[in-house]
């Protein structure tokens, strides 16, 4: 859906087996359009978004990767934070709630949405979730 509304943004993908993944499918698909929404947004319009998924031990993995100024450290700590939105003169689409939602997803999940963000290697969020639902999970018996 996203490369149909950026035809010219190259999306590229590798995704693991993923048959043992109990998880809301819907809300994964919705944590990951978010994600690459936000690469598109605001990386680097000459280089590729970069998504990987799969399993690493007994964990669910997937991660959203781009080219471009890396994120400051001062705004790391509010990215997730509802109608979070960088600061710049320029005007902006959206209400600044992706990163929130998808942070929300993820803590759904009983996982967590982190970001990694450098001049040489670009922006990289990473969704990382047990494979099975702990009792620590609110909605494992929903999964």
Same mark, same amino acid.
């Not at 990951?32 to 990386?43: D, F, K, R």
């Given at each position: 859906?996203?490369?149909?509304?950026?035809?010219?943004?190259?999306? $590229? !993908?590798?995704?693991?087996?993923?048959?043992?993944?109990?998880?809301?499918? @819907?809300?994964? +698909?919705? %944590?990951?359009?978010? &994600?690459?929404?936000?690469?598109?947004?605001?990386?680097?319009?000459?280089?590729?978004?970069?998504?990987?998924?799969?399993?690493?031990?007994?964990?669910?993995?997937?991660?959203?990767?781009?080219?471009?100024?890396?994120?400051?450290?001062?705004? $790391? !700590?509010?990215?997730?934070?509802?109608?979070?939105?960088?600061?710049?003169? @320029?005007?902006? +689409?959206? %209400?600044?709630?992706? &990163?929130?939602?998808?942070?929300?997803?993820?803590?759904?999940?009983?996982?967590?949405?982190?970001?990694?963000?450098?001049?040489?290697?670009?922006?990289?969020?990473?969704?990382?979730?047990?494979?099975?639902?702990?009792?620590?999970?609110?909605?494992?018996?929903?999964?």
């Amino acid at each position: 859906e996203i490369q149909r509304v950026h035809p010219s943004r190259l999306i $590229r !993908s590798n995704i693991g087996a993923l048959e043992l993944i109990r998880c809301d499918h @819907e809300r994964i +698909a919705q %944590l990951l359009s978010n &994600l690459v929404s936000n690469a598109i947004t605001h990386g680097a319009s000459d280089s590729s978004v970069e998504v990987a998924a799969g399993v690493l031990g007994d964990r669910f993995v997937l991660s959203v990767a781009n080219q471009g100024e890396p994120i400051p450290e001062s705004m $790391r !700590s509010q990215l997730f934070l509802p109608y979070s939105r960088p600061i710049t003169n @320029e005007p902006q +689409a959206g %209400l600044g709630l992706g &990163l929130y939602i998808a942070s929300e997803i993820a803590q759904a999940h009983g996982g967590t949405l982190d970001v990694c963000s450098t001049q040489e290697g670009g922006t990289v969020f990473t969704f990382s979730m047990p494979l099975k639902p702990s009792s620590t999970c609110p909605h494992a018996e929903d999964l």
